[in-house]
């Protein structure tokens, strides 16, 4: 909105010059969540300060294409703003399941298109606390949040759908969008109402990487009394699965004691919670050719 280009780094041994699977991983499409976008550079400087000494690193880089794009949202950002600039919340505003209540949001953009209103929360803390509209209806939202006037309507979501389909030409594999802080790996659908049900395998291939994630990593499964029936209509995850039909995950990093809406965020302990999504990444990393195809994600990174 104010400008700000949003970088990607792509990490690839360009010698290689055939055709490679490539993904996706980014970070901070909710400005104030910092760990989100800190993490993916710490990825990219741990792959290329490995590449050649170690195998593992090696053989990803001469076989795919890493796109990385640390800061979806540049002005949230420097603002620690979970928001846009246009006070919209980036990952509500993606074409699937738009603009639905039950889904949290509320498709508003600008008031009179000059005043930001960007969330209307129904309970002080979403994840935690439960008001008595809750306890009527266990259904409702616990708060909505602004998602725009129409799909697309920002220039930073604009940017990430451009972007997915020029990927789609290029052997797109697997797309992860980290945020903070639940602690786990998220699956679809967050929709409200999802355009379609999961295939066998595909539930399969998910299930597996939470499986693998959960046992040898210190995050969690979902914990479905905390964010009780909790839905997020017009999420990028979503999209990208529906949009391309591939592996599509939203990584929470941190603690839910770290939500930067809900508690002001700590930003501390930083060195810990980087390294704690370098065996994430490189679960998916050496499975990028399993996870293009839908198949078993069963090979075993090397890790320190």
């Given at each position: 909105v104010l400008g700000r280009d949003i970088w990607c780094i792509r990490i690839t041994n360009e010698n290689n010059t055939k055709q490679k699977p490539s993904c996706l991983i980014d970070g901070c499409i909710h400005g104030s969540e910092w760990e989100a976008g800190d993490a993916c550079l710490y990825l990219a400087e741990y792959l290329l300060i490995n590449f050649d000494t170690n195998e593992t690193i090696t053989h990803i880089l001469n076989s795919s294409e890493i796109y990385i794009i640390p800061l979806v949202n540049p002005d949230g950002r420097q603002k620690n703003n979970r928001f846009n600039d246009n006070g919209i919340d980036l990952d509500r505003n993606f074409d699937i399941d738009f603009g639905r209540l039950r889904g949290s949001v509320f498709p508003l953009g600008k008031l009179f298109g000059r005043i930001k209103i960007s969330n209307l929360p129904l309970s002080t803390d979403p994840y935690r606390e439960y008001t008595v509209?809750?306890?009527?209806?266990?259904?409702?939202?616990?708060?909505?949040?602004?998602?725009g006037r129409r799909p697309f309507s920002e220039p930073e979501s604009q940017a990430m759908r451009d972007f997915m389909i020029e990927l789609s030409n290029n052997d797109f594999s697997f797309y992860l969008d980290c945020h903070t802080a639940t602690h786990c790996i998220c699956i679809p659908w967050a929709a409200f109402k999802p355009p379609f049900e999961k295939s066998k395998q595909e539930q399969y291939i998910y299930d597996y990487i939470i499986e693998w994630v959960t046992k040898n990593t210190e995050y969690e499964k979902v914990d479905d009394v905390a964010i009780m029936n909790y839905k997020a209509s017009g999420e990028i995850t979503d999209w990208c699965f529906k949009e391309f039909r591939i592996p599509s995950l939203a990584f929470e990093i941190l603690s839910v004691d770290y939500e930067p809406w809900i508690v002001g965020g700590k930003h501390d302990n930083l060195v810990h919670w980087m390294k704690t999504t370098i065996p994430v990444f490189m679960y998916l990393l050496v499975n990028i050719e399993n996870l293009h195809d839908w198949e078993t994600p069963d090979i075993q990174p090397s890790l320190p």
């Amino acid at each position: 909105v104010l400008g700000r280009d949003i970088w990607c780094i792509r990490i690839t041994n360009e010698n290689n010059t055939k055709q490679k699977p490539s993904c996706l991983i980014d970070g901070c499409i909710h400005g104030s969540e910092w760990e989100a976008g800190d993490a993916c550079l710490y990825l990219a400087e741990y792959l290329l300060i490995n590449f050649d000494t170690n195998e593992t690193i090696t053989h990803i880089l001469n076989s795919s294409e890493i796109y990385i794009i640390p800061l979806v949202n540049p002005d949230g950002r420097q603002k620690n703003n979970r928001f846009n600039d246009n006070g919209i919340d980036l990952d509500r505003n993606f074409d699937i399941d738009f603009g639905r209540l039950r889904g949290s949001v509320f498709p508003l953009g600008k008031l009179f298109g000059r005043i930001k209103i960007s969330n209307l929360p129904l309970s002080t803390d979403p994840y935690r606390e439960y008001t008595v509209l809750h306890k009527l209806f266990p259904s409702f939202p616990r708060f909505f949040t602004n998602c725009g006037r129409r799909p697309f309507s920002e220039p930073e979501s604009q940017a990430m759908r451009d972007f997915m389909i020029e990927l789609s030409n290029n052997d797109f594999s697997f797309y992860l969008d980290c945020h903070t802080a639940t602690h786990c790996i998220c699956i679809p659908w967050a929709a409200f109402k999802p355009p379609f049900e999961k295939s066998k395998q595909e539930q399969y291939i998910y299930d597996y990487i939470i499986e693998w994630v959960t046992k040898n990593t210190e995050y969690e499964k979902v914990d479905d009394v905390a964010i009780m029936n909790y839905k997020a209509s017009g999420e990028i995850t979503d999209w990208c699965f529906k949009e391309f039909r591939i592996p599509s995950l939203a990584f929470e990093i941190l603690s839910v004691d770290y939500e930067p809406w809900i508690v002001g965020g700590k930003h501390d302990n930083l060195v810990h919670w980087m390294k704690t999504t370098i065996p994430v990444f490189m679960y998916l990393l050496v499975n990028i050719e399993n996870l293009h195809d839908w198949e078993t994600p069963d090979i075993q990174p090397s890790l320190p």
